[in-house]
């Protein structure tokens, strides 16, 4: 958008692409960062009754744009920490005889000599792999840095400290869950939807682990304020996409719940039942659309397909009193006959098995449940992250640079076309971009015996 980005402006140019497809009466969600705009657009949606399913999952936030804010606010707290090895490891690269002096450094020490690269604060996972990169270094880096600083009459309030490393280290072990959840929910090969409660349940596990740190604790605290803003109303696609999956259900989203709200102190249990009326309200909306629907039952694997057993559903089974957390499950309603099935059913779980194809269940098994298959698949599709679509756009990014600037707009829709198709074709449309930055920051040891200006690659 090459002008103001009003909540106006935004629903006039969503509304022209999907009436250019002739879309506008299949669109089931709009997934959106939290700009306010953003937010405000919708209301817009939802006055021409565009939302699809009584518009009961419509709008959904970003759940990694969420993820950033939250660890921004942690950031901020240990800034200065962070803020000293940024500017150690810069000093050090900043010259090639300063660098060449910090490798023979690390020579003398037994370490293989290696560059750093810094990050970009507006970027928390640059941040994330910086520290992660350095934290093998870190006496050396200190040892290094703080010698010269003496050598040249810094005071030593400019030094690293061994609180600053252990600042950095278990920040990083704290962070690994958030950058986990980050690459598990801007995945485009499997349902997301179905993954964002079990993300939601580590997190504030993480965060409660580490609230009480001395060093820790003011950024944890930052960073659980932030979070309760966005999971203390816990939305309802999240929920939806762990009841849809056979093993877990109802039961296992009000483990998850409980187990979430012990951590964050909140009282999911009212959500909880809120959660189970408009599940059925939803399912009578599928079976007025698909009651008379009649599909052929596909072949039956000789092995039932499994989900992934998740860390957090494990202890459940230590808890005895999770076993009789479904006892009201059936609805009152006299419609819904196939989602209580579907609820009461039980299917055995190998705690082993770590590959399930949760789409792939819903297609094979779409005959035993002919509606609620079709009200699974559509929460299945719905992204929980715009990861993918700025990826889209980065990419165009990097084609219309300054020596293609007399590219038409269609020779420009071709090249980016042709080129997500080669990456679905390989299955890479959501990482080649992920792997190079991580690459930037991972692949930086220099060769022995050559130039210390040589990265190995």
């Known amino acids: 958008m090459d002008f103001a980005h009003t909540a106006d402006n935004i629903f006039a140019v969503i509304l022209s692409v999907l009436e250019t497809y002739d879309i506008t009466h299949r669109i089931l969600s709009i997934t959106l960062d939290n700009a306010s705009a953003n937010t405000k657009s919708i209301a817009l949606f939802t006055e021409r009754n565009i939302p699809q ?7 959904q936030r970003c759940s990694c744009h969420i993820i950033n804010l939250v660890v921004q606010s942690g950031l901020k707290e240990v800034s200065n920490r962070i803020e000293r090895i940024r500017d150690a490891i810069s000093w050090i690269g900043s010259s090639n005889p300063r ?7 690390c020579t ?3 370490i293989r000599p290696r560059r750093f690269q810094t990050d970009m604060p507006v970027k928390w996972n640059s941040t994330y792999l910086m520290l992660k990169n350095c934290l093998e ?7 290094f840095y703080n010698m010269k600083l003496a050598e040249s009459g810094c005071p030593p309030a400019q030094s690293l400290t061994p609180d600053d490393w252990y600042v950095a280290k278990i920040f990083v072990e704290f962070l690994q869950v958030f ?3 980050t690459v598990t929910l801007s995945g485009v090969y499997y349902p997301t939807s179905s993954q964002a409660i079990h993300q939601i349940a580590e997190m504030s596990d993480m965060l409660n682990t580490y609230r009480e740190d001395n060093l820790l604790g003011d950024a944890v605290v930052a960073m659980e304020t932030k979070f309760k803003k966005y999971v203390s109303e816990m939305p309802f696609l999240y929920a939806l996409g762990v009841i849809v999956d056979p093993i877990i259900k109802l039961a296992g989203l009000e483990y998850l719940l409980e187990f979430t709200g012990n951590k964050l102190s909140i009282d999911y249990s009212d959500q909880i039942t809120d959660i189970r009326n408009k599940l059925f309200e939803v399912f009578s909306i599928y079976e007025r659309r698909f009651g008379g629907v009649h599909t052929e039952p596909s072949p039956e694997p000789d092995t039932q397909p499994l989900p992934t057993s998740w860390s957090i559903l494990k202890r459940r089974k230590k808890d005895k009193s999770a076993s009789s957390s479904s006892s009201t499950t059936r609805s009152a309603a006299s419609s819904g006959a196939e989602l209580n099935r579907f609820l009461e059913e039980q299917f055995d779980a190998d705690e082993n098995t770590e590959n399930f194809d949760l789409l792939l269940w819903w297609k094979t098994y779409s005959y035993r449940y002919p509606v609620l298959s079709h009200l699974a698949l559509d929460i299945l599709v719905i992204p929980v992250s715009t990861v993918s ?6 990419t165009s990014g990097r084609i219309i640079e300054p020596r293609r600037n007399c590219l038409t707009p269609e020779m420009v829709e071709v090249l980016i076309c042709v080129r997500d198709w080669e990456h679905a074709r390989k299955r890479m449309q959501n990482e080649t971009v992920d792997e190079q930055f991580i690459q930037n920051f ?3 040891y220099v ?4 130039d210390n200006n040589q990265v190995k690659n």
């Open 179 to 181: 950058y986990n959840a």
């Open 53 to 59: 399913a009584g518009g009961y999952f419509f709008h």
């Open 442 to 444: 991972s692949n930086l």
């Open 389 to 394: 679509s700025e990826q889209a756009f980065s």
């Open 108 to 110: 003398l020490n037994g």
């Open 137 to 143: 270094y870190d006496t050396t880096i200190s040892g």
């Open 447 to 450: 060769d022995e015996g050559s």
């Open 99 to 105: 660098f060449q002096e910090f490798g023979r450094h």
